[in-house]
């Protein structure tokens, strides 16, 4: 999506209008930037293992692969993105945001300990407000749970979410089971009496393989077949009617893409008119459920041939679905204005910042 302006394009020559970046990243430089918001027996068990964090976001995110940052964005000694003043200076100067939502993926996921995971992610949200939210008005941000424990998410949802910077909680992709399950309910619960979208993000830890039928040998075969974890956590949720049980949940779906959307949206509706006997919960096309209760970022958007792009957004059937997102530092090649020009004119603003005003309530 920053194509276009990474080449020299000014801002104003393709949408003069407002911007709402959905999906901005900030990364934990190290597990001592953290020490400040750990109680001291955490900072004490940290250094006597010599333990350096979690390892999920270096699986999830390489730190060589091209897709994990662009080269713009990787700072000679610093993490990229790890410092406000480096997002500030690609991202929210340059294209003159109104807000940004800002998701810090760190792996909590693949902590295993039940006392250390809500420690951890309770540092990582007192230094999102205190060194992102503090200090610059136009951030909102994902607070991050331990999402293996819905009983320990809950209470750290509960801690911060009334916080006014706090505006979607983040669920990991992959998981060791499916969202929809009721075992996740309390997360739900939480979210929705916090009024907080909740976020599936890039990332996360199963216990068995990260594919249904096992190990992938390269990570270029990871990265492509991750759209599956969507698809499997999406269905669950609208046939396990999870948006029945809790009917004003939110859902933001970031890093996914969005043109597998239709085809997978009609699969749903075929299979739920032969088997709706057994989920009699679910009192809709599966589709319908997906455009009231879900919505899409546009990075990466995978935009094929014209005639092609132009069917996919016409078969989404609503102008609502699609949020902008740079999903900065990693590197998707879309252009932007080629999306702008694809969309019909009563989506754009939508597109670029109305709906996603509307989905976090900004």
């Known amino acids: ?191 929705t009496r916090n009024d907080l979208v909740v976020g599936l993000q890039w990332g996360g830890t199963s216990e068995d393989a990260p594919s249904p039928t096992g190990y992938a040998s390269w990570y270029a075969e990871e990265y492509a077949a991750e759209t599956q974890m969507y698809l499997a956590q999406l269905t669950s949720m609208v046939f396990e009617g999870t948006f029945q049980k809790f009917p004003t949940l939110r859902v933001a779906v970031m890093e996914g893409g969005f043109t597998w959307v239709p085809m997978w949206g009609w699969s749903m509706n075929k299979k739920w008119k032969g088997l709706r006997r057994e989920t009699p919960w679910v009192d809709r096309l599966p589709m319908d459920i997906i455009r009231d209760h879900v919505r899409f970022s546009v990075a990466p958007a995978d935009l094929g041939p014209r005639e092609h792009s132009q069917r996919i957004i016409d078969w989404l059937g609503s102008d609502d679905l699609l949020m902008f997102a740079t999903d900065y530092p990693h590197r998707h090649d879309d252009r932007i204005d080629e999306l702008l020009d694809l969309v019909p004119e009563t989506m754009r603003s939508k597109l670029m910042s109305e709906t996603a005003r509307a989905w976090y309530k900004l």
């Open 1 to 191: 999506m920053t194509t276009a302006l990474l080449a020299k394009t000014e801002r104003r020559q393709f949408w003069t209008g407002s911007v709402i970046d959905c999906d901005v990243h900030a990364n934990v430089p190290t597990i001592e930037t953290l020490f400040n918001y750990l109680d001291p027996v955490w900072v004490e068990g940290t250094k006597e293992r010599g333990w350096h964090g979690p390892t999920g976001p270096r699986l999830s995110y390489p730190p060589g692969a091209a897709t994990t940052a662009r080269d713009e964005w990787r700072p000679a000694r610093q993490m990229p993105a790890s410092q406000l003043s480096l997002l500030q200076k690609d991202i929210l100067d340059p294209w003159q945001v109104d807000r940004a939502v800002l998701n810090c993926y760190y792996g909590i996921d693949s902590l295993r300990h039940p006392d250390w995971a809500p420690a951890l992610a309770s540092a990582v949200n007192d230094w999102i407000i205190a060194e992102w939210l503090d200090k610059d008005p136009r951030l909102a941000a994902s607070l991050v749970i331990p999402a293996r424990d819905p009983i320990a998410a809950a209470a750290e949802i509960d801690r911060v979410g009334s916080h006014p910077g706090f505006v979607q909680v983040m669920l990991p992709v992959r998981s060791e089971r499916l969202y929809g399950q009721r075992i996740f309910y309390p997360i739900f619960e939480a979210a």
